[in-house]
């Protein structure tokens, strides 16, 4: 049996909590007297009634979902509020056809930050909030799915999230509801003292929602063309540091720290790691932007910290055009779009947690030349690892490779040099945001791209959103076997 019902009542559920989402733009579009209050409002009624027939068609449906069932339910929500979401930008005035509509949603609810708009100065409210509020909603559902749905799917080492659950039965956690109340908690507090301290250092009102919207979820939208460099504020882009470091870090610890008191953070292999790892980065580019430029030392050290925590965090904010610094910049900030920060985060790539389960094998296995007939175990967090972690980290990052090679390869026929492809690709499958150079670089965007080429990388975005191999049993002929 497919589950149907459950299927069907989850995504109608989505649809109509979307529909209502979208009466928040309308709002705002018809206070500023903008005539896309018609489109958001007519895109607001459609997702309103069909998923209203979703629910309604599967009333009753059986709760207990087998997992299974999970990994197309999930990729199913992700596709339909994206195709559902890219109405209102279809429909309204900034003259973008389905396709950029699209890819923005795409960009927006994976919280990759990618985006074909220009001229968001002058957006009606309603847009820009729209594009705030897909990256603050995908945000919340990013760190949802991993923390509970993933942990079962034993996606890459992800079962390490179990948040302290002993139930590995074919059910979703008993006490996932508690868990998501725990998350929604959190996630909102967390931007609102985001807004009030953006606001508090100089930002209009209006931005530091904005901002706020998609410095939590690691989304990286901005109201202005030039994004964070609009403000010209040294106490701004501390601020934004500050914030984007919280969504690299695993919410596992921000609850255990709000609910229980417990200050746990030392004491996580992969936080340890990602301190360690931006301190190594920020000296390291700090430096050589201050010996190769004329900037101050504290002009060096604020713009390449603000930088490799915007992409290490896959945020994707930028105040300067860092790709423009010079070849070894490029090569670097290149090299850190794959790594991504914390696993239980709002942020993409590889995730450190896989980093550091893969030097422990490399370790185990170098222990392995020097003493064949010796046993090591690999620990994680103090505790031995399950025999299957190692393989499915391996197999999570061959994959993730795999998907770069074969995403660069496919742009390049589109037209597009290599450099441009092998940035374009590396930015959907880590979910990042701009890439490098004069096209997609933080001083460009993606709309000079074809279709063929923005279809492309929304695949690699929903890829890399949802850990790749999540859509790939999805083609197995023996998943849809009885």
Excluded at 6 to 22: A, R, W
Excluded at 402 to 411: G, K
Excluded at 456 to 461: A, K, S, V, Y
Aim: proline residues 3%; aromatic residues 14%; charged residues 10%.
């Amino acid at each position: 049996m497919l589950h149907t019902q459950t299927i069907g009542y989850t995504i109608g559920l989505l649809l109509f909590i979307l529909g209502l989402c979208e009466l928040l733009p309308a709002g705002l579009d018809y206070l500023a007297g903008s005539s896309n209050f018609y489109a958001f409002l007519g895109c607001s009624l459609f997702s309103l009634f069909f998923g209203g027939i979703l629910l309604l068609c599967n009333y009753g449906y059986e709760k207990k979902l087998n997992v299974r069932w999970v990994y197309l339910l999930t990729t199913l929500c992700w596709l339909m509020v994206s195709i559902f979401g890219a109405l209102p930008f279809y429909f309204s005035d900034i003259g973008v056809g389905y396709v950029d509509a699209f890819f923005e949603t795409i960009s927006g609810i994976t919280t990759t930050g990618s985006t074909v708009l220009s001229g968001l100065d002058n957006m009606s409210p309603g847009i820009i909030f729209w594009r705030s509020l897909l990256q603050w909603i995908g945000g919340i559902g990013v760190v949802a799915f991993a923390m509970i749905f993933l942990p079962f799917l034993r996606i890459g080492g992800m079962q390490l999230f179990q948040a302290e659950s002993s139930d590995r039965s074919e059910k979703i956690m008993a006490k996932s509801g508690q868990l998501i109340r725990s998350l929604l908690t959190i996630y909102c507090l967390l931007t609102i003292i985001a807004v009030a301290t953006y606001w508090v250092l100089g930002m209009t009102f209006w931005d530091a929602i904005n901002h706020a919207m998609t410095s939590i979820p690691s989304g990286g939208f901005s109201p202005h063309d030039a994004s964070f460099g609009f403000y010209k504020s040294h106490a701004l882009m501390v601020a934004a540091i500050f914030f984007m470091f919280l969504s690299a870090v695993p919410f596992v610890l921000l609850i255990k720290a709000l609910y229980r008191g417990r200050w746990d953070f030392m004491k996580d292999d992969q936080f340890k790691a990602l301190i360690l790892m931006l301190i190594v980065f920020i000296a390291v580019l700090s430096s050589w932007r201050w010996q190769t430029s004329t900037d101050s030392l504290w002009e060096s050290f604020i713009h390449s910290a603000f930088s490799i925590i915007s992409i290490i965090s896959s945020t994707g904010y930028a105040t300067t055009d860092y790709s423009a610094w010079g070849s070894f910049a490029a090569v670097f900030f290149l090299f850190i779009t794959f790594l991504g920060a914390c696993a239980g985060s709002t942020t993409g790539g590889i995730k450190i947690m896989r980093l550091v389960i893969m030097m422990k094998i490399l370790v185990r296995q170098i222990k392995y030349l020097i003493h064949p007939n010796g046993v090591f175990a690999i620990h994680y967090q103090g505790k031995p690892l399950d025999n299957f972690v190692p393989t499915t980290v391996l197999v999570f990052v061959g994959l993730f490779v795999l998907s770069n090679v074969v995403l660069t390869i496919a742009l390049t026929l589109t037209g597009l040099d290599f450099e441009t492809a092998l940035s374009a690709a590396s930015t959907s499958v880590a979910n990042v945001g701009p890439g490098i150079g004069p096209i997609i670089g933080p001083s460009g965007n993606f709309s000079s791209l074809t279709d063929t080429a923005k279809l492309l990388m929304c695949i690699g975005m929903i890829l890399g959103r949802l850990e790749i191999l999540t859509v790939i049993v999805l083609f197995r002929p023996e998943y849809w076997k009885a």
